[in-house]
C-alpha cells in the first residue's frame, strides 16, 4: 500500500507519471492533504474520473489517503490541553498532545510506537519499541489536531513516546514537509526535537537543522543518577554528552533546553541543584542554555513521584541564584492523563486484558 502522506510532492509525482496522468496532479492532491481532507471526492479541482479512480485504489488498498485517525480524546477542562490517542492503520496507538500557550498552539508529537530508551521513570517504555513512524505518521498527528480542534498549530515539539534521533530518516523528512510552504508552512524555529542524548543524533541534527530547537532529557545532575534514570547514559556519559552539546551551541548559535522532571528524593536535593548548575557551567559556561523544571507526572508502575512545590520552587531559587535560567514548567492537562505514554498504555493493557 502506497500512503499519500508519506510521499513529497517528487513522490507523488511520479505516482501520477505512473498511473498515466499528469505530473502536476501531485500539487493539487498536496495541498488538499495538508488541509485535512479525507477523501478524494472532496478534492474539486480534480477531474470527476480522476477522483472516483483514486477512491476506487483507496477502496482496493492499493493507497491510503490518511494513515492515523483519531481513537480517543481527553479535554482538560482547566486549561485546554486536549490529549489524543490515534490508531494507526496495522492497529498499533500512539499519542499526540494539543497545549494552548499565550504564544500559540503547539502540538506535542511521538516519533515511535514504544520506545527502546528504557528511561524508568516513563510510561512510554512500558512494553518496549514496536516500530518506527514513519514521516506521514507524523505529519497525519498534526493535520488530525488541525482537523478536531479548528485551530492552526504553529509550534511543534517532537517529545511524546519515542526517541526521535532513533528515528532520524522519518524525522528529517516529517521536519521538511512541516517545514514546507506549501506544507503545514511551521517555521524552523517554532520547531523543537528533544532527545535523550543520542549523541550521533546530535551532531547529524546540529548539520542539518540548524534552526530547529534542541531539547535535551537531562533529568540528572551526575552520571551516577543518570545511569540509574536513564540507561542510554552508560553508552553516553555526561561529559561526552556536555561536550556534544557545546558543539551544538558552537555551531547553531542556539540555546539548548535541559529538561529537568524532579523525581522527589532521587534528584530533587539543593545539593544536585548545586551539582546540576556546575555541569552547566563546566559544559556550557553557563551560556546558551535553558533548564525546564518539570515535577514529574506520576506513572504508578514507575513506583516514582514528582518533588511537591516547595521543594520545586526551591530547586529553582538554587538554580536561579546560581545564575543558571530555569523555568518552572507549567503542568498542563494535570486533570488528563498528562504523562506521555499513560493513554496509550491503557488502552494497549486493556485490549490485552481483552484478548485473554
Ligand atoms: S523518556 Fe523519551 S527516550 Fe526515555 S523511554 Fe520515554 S520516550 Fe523513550
Not at 479512480?53 to 492515523?68: F, H, P, V, W
Not at 555526561?238 to 548559535?253: P, R
Not at 493513554?343 to 486484558?353: A, D, G, V
Amino acid at each position: 500500500m502506497k500512503n499519500f502522506k508519506d510521499m513529497g510532492k517528487k513522490e507523488l509525482g511520479l505516482f501520477f507519471e505512473e498511473i498515466g496522468e499528469k505530473k502536476f496532479r501531485a500539487a493539487q492532491v498536496y495541498a488538499w492533504m495538508m488541509r485535512g481532507i479525507q477523501d478524494f471526492k472532496d478534492m474539486t479541482d480534480l477531474s470527476e474520473s480522476l477522483r472516483e479512480r483514486l477512491s476506487e485504489m483507496q477502496n482496493s488498498g492499493k493507497i491510503a489517503l490518511t494513515c492515523a485517525q483519531i481513537d480517543k480524546v481527553q479535554s482538560s477542562t482547566s486549561d485546554g490541553t486536549r490529549k489524543y490517542l490515534l490508531k494507526l492503520l496495522d492497529g498499533n496507538f500512539i499519542e499526540s498532545v494539543f497545549m494552548k500557550y499565550k504564544y500559540g498552539n503547539s502540538v506535542c508529537i511521538s516519533s515511535q510506537v514504544g520506545c527502546k530508551m528504557g528511561c524508568i521513570f516513563c510510561a512510554s517504555a512500558i512494553g518496549g519499541h514496536m516500530r518506527n513512524l514513519t514521516s506521514g505518521e507524523m505529519l497525519e498527528q498534526l493535520i488530525a489536531i488541525e482537523r478536531d480542534t479548528k485551530e492552526k498549530i504553529n509550534h511543534i515539539v517532537v517529545m511524546g513516546t519515542g526517541e526521535p534521533f532513533d528515528n532520524f530518516e522519518n524525522l528529517a523528512k516529517f521536519l521538511r514537509t512541516a517545514n514546507d510552504e506549501k506544507g503545514l508552512g511551521i517555521s524552523m524555529r517554532n520547531i523543537t526535537v528533544s532527545t535523550c542524548g543520542l549523541i550521533p543524533g546530535i551532531k547529524r541534527f546540529a548539520e542539518d537543522f540548524p534552526n530547529a530547537g534542541l531539547a535535551i532529557s537531562l533529568h540528572a545532575p551526575n552520571n551516577e543518577i543518570r545511569n540509574r534514570l536513564l540507561p542510554i547514559n552508560k553508552s553516553y556519559p555526561l561529559e561526552e554528552l556536555m561536550s556534544a552539546c557545546k558543539d551544538y551551541t558552537e555551531k547553531t548559535g542556539r540555546r539548548i533546553t535541559f529538561e529537568y522532571a524532579l523525581i522527589k528524593g532521587i534528584n530533587d536535593s539543593l545539593a544536585h541543584a548545586d551539582e546540576l548548575a556546575n555541569l552547566l557551567y563546566r559544559g556550557l559556561g553557563n551560556r546558551l542554555c535553558h533548564v525546564n523544571l518539570i515535577p514529574l507526572n506520576e506513572v504508578s508502575e514507575s513506583g516514582f513521584s514528582g518533588s511537591g512545590a516547595k521543594h520545586t520552587a526551591d530547586f529553582h531559587d538554587r538554580l536561579t541564584k546560581r545564575k543558571i535560567s530555569s523555568t518552572i514548567r507549567r503542568k498542563l492537562g494535570a486533570d488528563i492523563d498528562a504523562a506521555c505514554g499513560q493513554l496509550r498504555m491503557k488502552t494497549e493493557f486493556s485490549k490485552n486484558k481483552d484478548n485473554v
